[in-house]
C-alpha cells in the first residue's frame, strides 16, 4: 500500500528556517509585544510561538521518525485553513524577532510559511488574492489608468526629463494620497534639487504580493522589479529618493533578491536624504511649527531597514517643534497595523492595532503624531478617527513642506 503524501511540504522554507522551528524555546516574549495579537484579545493563534509550534508539529506529522516509519499523518484542510488565518492576521512588522530570545528571524519564516500555503492552493487571506492580477494586468493595486500617474502633477512643479535624482512616488502616494506627493515635490523643487520620474513607467514596488506570500506568481514581482529598475537606469539616475517605507523597503531588500544583483544606483528614504541636507546647512526653514510632535517609527522603515535617527532627526530641527518620544519606540515600537497585507485583508484587526498606537501617542500629550510611510498615516488616522480624538496625523514630509512655507494641499487649477 503506498503511503500518502504529506500534507505539507517544505517550499520556500530554507534549512535554516527549519531549524528556526526547534529553537523556540517557547518563552512567550513574542506574545507579550505581539501588536495583532493584544488588538484580537489575544486569539491564541496569532500568538508567534503558537504559530512556530504548529508548524513544527506539521512537519513532525509530515517528516518526523513516525511519519517515516508508518507514513505521514493527515492534516485537515480545515486545520491547515485556519492556520492560514492565523499567520496572515500577523503585520510583519518583526517585534517578535526582536524580543525573540532565540533570535528568529520571524519576518522572513512568516513570510516563508505564507508562500508555502499558497503554493498548495491554501491563501492568501480574502481579497489579498487580487493583488497578483491587480498589479499584473494594472501595474498598480488599485485598477487606476498607468496615463494617471503624473496626473496630480501641480504646474508649480518643475521635474526633469533625466536627472541624478529619480522620485519614485509609489502607488499609494501618487493616487490616493496626494498630499504626500506635493509635499515631497515641491520641497525637492524648493531645495534646488534636480530630479526625475517615471510617470507611466513608474510600476507598483511589489511589496504587497511578497508581504502576502504571493511572490511566485506569474513572476509578477521580478518582473516588476527588473521593469523598474531598467526604468529608474534610463533617467539616469544615481539615486532614487523614496517616501514610502513599503516601497522603500522593496527596493533596499526585495528588488535585488528577486534580480539576484545589487542595484545599479543608490535607494534612500527622503528623510534620510533630507537629514544630510540639515548637516549640511542647506536647508533655510521659512516658519516655525509650534507643536508638540511625537514620531511613530514604520516597520518597513524601522526594523526591517534600520532608519530610526533620520526622520526624529528632521523633526527636531524643524524651528518651534517639541519632540517626545512615545513609551515604544524605534526596535521596540508598537506596529500601525497596517502592514502585511492586513489592512486589506483583515481591516478590523488593523483598526485595532492602530487605536492602540494613537493612545500611545495620546499618552504624550502631542498635538501631531507624526509617521513616514503613506500606510501607516492612513490607519493611523483611521483609529484616530475611530477613537474621536483630537489629534493630527501628518506625515514627516509634510511637516517638513509647511515648514518651508510650502502647500500641500490640491491647487485648484490641477
Known amino acids: 500500500m503506498a503511503k500518502r503524501t504529506p500534507s505539507i511540504d517544505t517550499k520556500n522554507l530554507t534549512a535554516v528556517q527549519l531549524m528556526e522551528l526547534d529553537s523556540c524555546t517557547r518563552c512567550g516574549e513574542c506574545v507579550k509585544w505581539c501588536p495583532t495579537y493584544a488588538a484580537s484579545g489575544q486569539k491564541p493563534g496569532l500568538a508567534p510561538r503558537d504559530k512556530i509550534l504548529r508548524w513544527k508539529q506539521y512537519m513532525n506529522k509530515s517528516y518526523g521518525i513516525k511519519a517515516k516509519l508508518f507514513g505521514p499523518e493527515e492534516i485537515p484542510l480545515s486545520e491547515l485553513e485556519e492556520f492560514k488565518d492565523d499567520v496572515h492576521g500577523c503585520t510583519t512588522c518583526g517585534i517578535c524577532g526582536t524580543v525573540c530570545e532565540s533570535g528568529i528571524n520571524t519576518v522572513e519564516l512568516w513570510e516563508a510559511m505564507r508562500a508555502n500555503l499558497v503554493k498548495k492552493g491554501i491563501g492568501p487571506y480574502g481579497k489579498q488574492n487580487m493583488f497578483p492580477k491587480l498589479i499584473g494586468q494594472y501595474h498598480n493595486p488599485y485598477m487606476k489608468d498607468q496615463k494617471d500617474r503624473l496626473a496630480w502633477v501641480p504646474k508649480d512643479v518643475k521635474i526633469e526629463n533625466k536627472a541624478d535624482i529619480v522620485y519614485f512616488t509609489g502607488c499609494t502616494a501618487g493616487y490616493n494620497q496626494l498630499s504626500l506627493a506635493f509635499a515631497t515635490s515641491r520641497v525637492l523643487n524648493k531645495l534646488g534639487i534636480p530630479f ?211 502647500s500641500t494641499e490640491v491647487p485648484k487649477a490641477a
Open 196 to 406: 526625475a520620474m517615471l510617470g507611466e513607467e513608474e510600476w507598483c514596488c511589489g511589496s504587497a504580493l511578497i508581504r502576502t506570500g504571493q511572490a511566485h506568481i506569474n513572476d509578477v514581482p521580478r518582473e516588476i522589479a527588473k521593469h523598474n529598475v531598467e526604468a529608474i537606469q534610463k533617467k539616469g539616475a544615481k539615486k532614487v529618493v523614496f517616501a514610502c517605507a513599503g516601497c522603500f523597503r522593496a527596493a533596499k531588500v526585495d528588488w535585488p533578491r528577486l534580480l539576484g544583483k545589487e542595484l545599479p544606483f543608490e535607494v534612500i528614504h527622503i528623510t534620510e536624504f533630507l537629514a544630510g541636507l540639515i548637516k549640511q546647512d542647506k536647508i533655510k526653514w521659512v516658519k516655525p511649527i509650534n507643536k508638540t510632535i511625537t514620531y511613530h517609527d514604520p516597520c518597513h522603515l524601522g526594523r526591517h531597514v534600520g532608519v530610526y535617527d533620520a526622520p526624529r532627526y528632521v523633526l527636531s530641527h524643524i524651528p518651534g517643534v517639541k519632540f517626545v518620544e512615545m513609551d515604544r519606540v524605534k526596535e521596540f515600537q508598537r506596529c500601525c497595523g497596517a502592514g502585511g497585507g492586513v489592512k486589506a485583508g483583515i481591516p478590523d484587526l488593523a483598526l485595532g492595532v492602530a487605536e492602540s498606537r494613537v493612545k500611545d501617542a495620546l499618552a504624550t500629550d502631542s498635538d501631531i503624531l507624526s509617521s513616514a510611510c503613506p500606510f501607516c498615516k492612513r490607519n493611523l488616522s483611521d483609529g484616530r478617527d475611530s477613537l474621536k480624538v483630537d489629534l493630527v496625523v501628518e506625515d514627516v514630509i509634510e511637516l517638513v513642506a509647511e515648514a518651508l512655507g510650502l
